[in-house]
């Protein structure tokens, strides 16, 4: 097969002597507030109304089974205009305070964040808030409190609402009719959310999707039990309105769903052979997957060990190949005309089959060699 190198590294080490550094970016520190004992007096407020928000859907939360160590809240933090919120190295796996999403600010909107918060957690922020308000006006960069840049970057804290977490536009959201909605959750909790399901007698619509760290599901709800699942479960990262595609596709018995996927496949033109490849460095593919099997020949079938063949384990490198090839496959397969791709597909499995080890972890091996498929 030809060679097609995927890096290409030139003038290393050269100096640019054009080069100007830019002067622009991100500010240093957020805006400094004018009066941060008024300004912590007010975040303490608000997360005193949150801790009685979170007495108030317990509950709830009792309904899912949630442990008392595990129970809080989705809340919602809100910057100041048109400045970004400081939320440090927060991530979704961070213990206590959790950061399920972010927004930057635009022109419309000010930056929110949505947060999970523990009920111990909640407890910790409100007496770090009394430190932010001790620390008063002064400005020691040595001495600063805690989550300094956070309160100092955050108008207003508050408990999540259910628009604050769904995705598409007001009128489409759920109301006393059930609407088919895909449902983020968090994968750590994801036993109290089926367990809300079960009390609430809701059906999924198919085979979740499953991501590190996140489970992606097609449910029908109402609004009433879309709250039930945002309050009582704290497993919500957010709602969006369902592709009517995908919902019915999920529905479909296994011959309707290769009716639809040939129909599609008769539809696609491949990308030229000069156009650039995405390489899915994954479980393999499935190349006969019809509307994949035209963008990746045998000779782009690779796999770091002969012996687990090139063939998708798991399915998760055909899910992603598909990502690649149709970022939007919904408004694809309702399209009547010819299906252009802009890119072909080359994959290398690099992760062993389960039979090789509980971890998945395929072994050390000499990392020039790349066995063809």
């Known amino acids: 097969m030809p060679s097609r190198p995927h890096l290409h590294l030139r003038n290393l080490a050269l100096r640019a002597i054009a080069f100007r ?34 007495s108030e859907i317990a509950p709830t939360q009792d309904m899912a089974q949630v ?58 922020l409100y007496r770090q808030l009394g430190e932010y308000e001790a620390y008063g006006n002064r400005n020691n960069t040595a001495d600063k409190p805690m989550r300094f840049t956070l309160f100092e970057s955050t108008s207003e804290f508050r408990p999540a609402e259910l628009t604050d977490v769904w995705t598409g536009a007001t009128p489409e959201l759920p109301g006393r009719s059930a609407k088919p909605v895909e449902t983020w959750i968090r994968s750590s909790r994801e036993e109290y959310f089926y367990r809300m399901l079960e009390r609430l007698k809701v059906d999924r619509v198919g085979s979740p999707t499953k991501f590190t760290d996140s489970v992606i599901l097609d449910i029908v709800l109402t609004r009433a039990q879309m709250e039930a699942l945002l309050h009582g479960t704290g497993a919500v990262i957010e709602f969006r309105p369902s592709s009517h595609f995908v919902a ?6 296994p011959g309707e769903r290769r009716e639809v996927s040939a129909a599609i496949a008769r539809r696609i033109v491949p990308a030229p052979a000069t156009a650039p490849r995405t390489v899915i460095l994954d479980s393999g593919v499935a190349s006969a997957n019809p509307l994949l ?10 796999t770091i060990d002969l012996s687990w063949g090139t063939e998708d384990d798991s399915g998760h490198g055909t899910n992603m190949a598909g990502v690649a090839l149709f970022p939007d496959l ?20 690099n992760r062993a089959p389960a039979r090789h080890g509980e971890l998945d972890i395929p072994p050390r091996r000499d990392p020039k060699r790349c066995a063809d498929g």
Do not use: C
């Open 21 to 54: 550094p830019y002067s622009g970016g991100r500010q240093k520190s957020p805006a400094v507030i004018a009066d941060r004992v008024g300004h912590a007096r007010q975040l303490r407020d608000e997360v005193d109304a949150i801790s009685d928000r979170m």
């Open 67 to 124: 442990p008392k160590n595990k129970r809080g809240m989705v809340i919602t933090a809100t910057g100041f205009g048109r400045q970004d919120l400081w939320l440090g190295d927060m991530k979704a796996s961070s213990p206590g305070v959790s950061l399920l999403a972010a927004r930057s600010a635009t022109p419309e909107a000010p930056a929110q964040a949505r947060l999970f918060v523990g009920q111990e957690s909640l407890k910790t």
């Open 248 to 253: 019915d596709f999920r529905r479909a018995n």
């Open 293 to 302: 099997a035209a963008s990746l020949a045998a000779p782009f079938r690779r």
């Open 330 to 349: 919904a408004a694809a397969a309702v399209s009547t005309g010819p299906i252009v791709l802009t890119t072909a597909l080359e994959s290398v499995k």
